[in-house]
């Protein structure tokens, strides 16, 4: 309300004001001495007490509230902001770390905050930028390889404000390069696998070629049924990257058509039992009459149970029962297929809908197999909100299941 030195007079005229008073009352000399004394003595601590000004950037001197709005940091709106900030944000001081949110909290610890952020952020490309950035710097980004930890990758953003003062923005880029080194991955697996076959084909064709028509009939036949089986490992694979593909575009547009779900396993069953597959005859339906109503895509769904029904034909042992199942549990739907076979290990089991991942490489490729029968299986499965569970026992057999919601789950 009042300045220190006007707060000293108003108390040391009151003093005055009270000994006249004293003394026109008639009061005796010692008392209005002790009085005045002690006036003048309590004036003196109040005034050494109250706080005092502080000098501006100029020199002149503010109050402390009136100091407040240069320091951005500082300012409670400022930490307001910096707490919503999902990403890591420091706000520093000559360097020394003033303010840190949650984010910056849970990457490099408590012990930060008070602490010279060269220290707190310990990499060597940090510590370079934030030594010899000046008032002027831009918002370059600065990159962090390797850092926390070997393999991850961060960015640091630096803004200088007025005085010493920086704000701090560190960004993750760990899961946009493992999405980057994915897509490479997946070309370079695409290409190997379409070239395994696309050599055979040419080898083949070359060697006829060469034998210039000397070629007996039962060697002729044997190299062209090589051709025609590795031309359709090459169909295969085309028609199921163009799947995933498919299937990646339509991921976030939910189907909204009414599907019978009874009815589309029981056609896809038909469709294999059609086809000239040895094991088609071993499929046991246990599907029910009723409908079972899911939103769903149509042509997807029958992929999906396509693919899961045919692994079971593919891995189980011969002659052995390959049963599908549907079953209404509560508000939702469970497809399930069981197979008796070689199983797979549980350290696989994690990975098997991860594109072109298979236990044993060579018996995909004897049966057939692309590596991406599941991970399309995966991918159906997540656009109609279901749930994959695969179980199996080594040397016993594979359960794999997936449960939809029911369209009307009343
Ligand atoms: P593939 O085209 O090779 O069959 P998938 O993506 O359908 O590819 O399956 C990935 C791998 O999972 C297969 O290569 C196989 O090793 C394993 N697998 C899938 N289904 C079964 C099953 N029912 N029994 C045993 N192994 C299976």
Do not use: C
Not at 166 to 187: G, K, Q, T
Not at 280 to 307: F, M, R, S, T
């Amino acid at each position: 309300m009042f300045d220190r030195l006007s707060s000293l007079v108003i108390a040391l005229t009151l003093v005055a004001i009270a000994a006249i008073f004293a003394t026109l009352s008639g009061g005796d000399a010692l008392s209005i001495a002790i009085m005045l004394l002690a006036g003048f003595i309590a004036a003196a601590t109040v005034y050494s007490a109250l706080p005092t000004a502080l000098p501006d950037a100029h020199g002149a001197a503010l109050s402390p509230a009136e100091a407040l709005p240069l320091s951005l940091l500082r300012h409670p709106d400022f930490a307001h902001w910096v707490d919503q900030e999902k990403e890591p944000l420091i706000g520093t001081a000559d360097n020394i770390v003033t303010i840190a949110n949650d984010a910056a909290i849970r990457l490099l610890g408590r012990h930060i905050v008070g602490a010279d952020i060269r220290t707190a952020i310990r990499h060597p490309a940090a510590t370079d930028w934030l030594s010899r950035i000046d008032e002027n710097a831009a918002l370059e980004a600065v990159d962090l390889v390797d850092y926390p930890r070997p393999g991850q990758r961060w960015t640091m953003r630096i803004a200088a404000l007025s005085g010493s003062e920086r704000i701090i923005f560190l960004s993750d880029r760990s899961a946009i390069d493992a999405a980057d080194r994915m897509r490479s991955d997946f070309v370079a697996n695409a290409s190997h696998e379409l070239r395994t076959p696309l050599a055979a084909i040419l080898g083949y064709v070359e060697t006829l070629q060469e034998m210039n028509g000397e070629a007996d009939a039962p060697t002729r036949d044997r190299f062209l049924s090589i051709i025609e089986r590795e031309a359709g490992r090459m169909q295969q694979l085309v028609i199921d990257l163009l799947s995933i593909s498919r299937v990646e575009a339509d991921r976030f547009r939910r189907p909204t058509t009414a599907v019978d779900l009874t009815a589309t396993v029981r056609t896809t069953i038909a469709q294999l039992r059609d086809s000239e597959q040895a094991r088609a005859k071993d499929i046991v339906a246990e599907l029910g009459d009723d409908p079972l109503v899911i939103l769903g895509d149509e042509a997807q769904l029958k992929q999906l149970a396509h693919n899961i029904i045919f692994n079971a034909m593919k891995y189980g042992y011969a002659d052995t029962p390959v049963t599908v199942e549907l079953v209404r549990e509560g508000k939702r739907v469970r497809l399930s297929v069981r197979d008796e076979g070689d199983g797979i290990a549980p350290d696989h089991l994690p990975r098997l809908t991860e594109r072109f991942y298979r236990v044993d490489e060579a018996r995909s490729r004897s049966v057939g197999g692309t590596g991406l029968g599941l991970a399309i299986v995966k991918h159906i499965s997540e656009r109609h909100q279901g749930q994959l569970d695969i179980q199996s026992e080594v040397g016993k057999g594979t359960h794999v299941s997936v449960t939809f919601p029911l369209a009307i789950a009343s």
